[in-house]
């Protein structure tokens, strides 16, 4: 007992001071790196969620590792997928918040969100902005070459649906990212209300209402993610952590981050009644 206790007092001794210099090192990294601070800055990110603050405390510097999460895709996209960057390559981003990153791209591309007010402040930048329920969306087969979903899967109550359905729209590729965790975790809605009420100095986002996507309703593993996607009919190609420290894809070990990366592909592609039509013409 005396020694599970001395663990503890350990343990909480040693956090504090690697919560400070986490913090300290984004910091750095993002003084030193001008990319970050003229695409991904400190005030956009401020404004990031529209309807939600975002926390930036030693313990929880949120804006700092969303504008590192952030550069570190862009970096990812310019090297290993430069064709997404193209005015004429369709890019869909859903569960958008702020446009950013096809502001960062300089192209255009289409945001869905299910919230008017981040609708509206996506619209202000000049972004094409839709409302759409990321279970349901409103676009025909194959619309976009490819589609991304960051930290949005995780507030939905069937991930599986929405899998399908971006799968249903999407050519080529979907990139996702979702909560890092080791076990698949499964949440009682009462837990997330009760927390997104909290201050901020307890750990919280000081939320006056709590709305029913604000909330984690599940976070996957990475093993048990894959399983979920090949529901949807979709293969997983590869998948890495988004370390703040290192490029994203260069590193299979989480160093600290919250964030997992996924690329998936769809499995089964439906052939549209004019791509049949030619086909038959062909042959």
């Not at 750095?28 to 603050?53: C, G, N, R, W």
């Not at 390559?89 to 981040?118: C, P």
């Not at 995780?154 to 729209?169: D, T, Y």
């Not at 590193?251 to 791509?275: A, D, H």
């Amino acid at each position: 007992m005396i020694k599970n206790l001395a663990k503890k007092i350990k343990r909480v001794i040693v956090d504090k001071p690697g919560n400070k210099r986490m913090y300290a090192r984004l910091e750095s990294l993002i003084e030193e790196t001008q990319e970050i601070k003229d695409m991904f800055s400190y005030e956009q990110f401020a404004k990031h969620y529209v309807y939600e603050p975002s926390r930036q405390t030693v313990d929880h510097p949120d804006i700092f590792i969303n504008q590192v999460r952030y550069f570190r895709m862009y970096e990812y996209f310019k090297n290993h997928y430069p064709d997404v960057f193209y005015s004429h390559t369709k890019v869909a981003d859903f569960g958008d918040t702020s446009g950013l990153l096809f502001r960062a791209m300089k192209r255009e591309g289409t945001s869905v969100n299910i919230n008017q007010d981040v609708i509206d402040y996506i619209k202000s930048f000049g972004v094409e902005a839709l409302i759409g329920d990321v279970e349901d969306l409103p676009f025909k087969d194959n619309e976009f070459d490819y589609s991304f979903c960051f930290q949005c899967l995780e507030h939905l109550p069937n991930p599986i649906k929405a899998l399908s359905e971006i799968g249903r729209v999407t050519q080529k590729k979907i990139f996702i990212s979702i909560p890092y965790v080791k076990q698949t975790r499964i949440y009682d809605n009462a837990f997330w209300v009760d927390l997104k009420m909290k201050s901020v100095e307890e750990g919280g986002w000081n939320e006056r209402e709590v709305r029913d996507v604000d909330g984690h309703k599940f976070e996957f593993s990475a093993q048990d993610f894959k399983k979920i996607a090949s529901h949807a009919k979709m293969e997983c190609i590869d998948h890495y952590p988004i370390n703040y420290f290192s490029p994203l894809g260069t590193n299979r070990k989480n160093e600290g981050t919250y964030f997992n990366f996924f690329i998936l592909r769809p499995t089964e592609k439906k052939i549209s009644k004019t791509q049949k039509q030619h086909k038959e013409v062909s042959i």
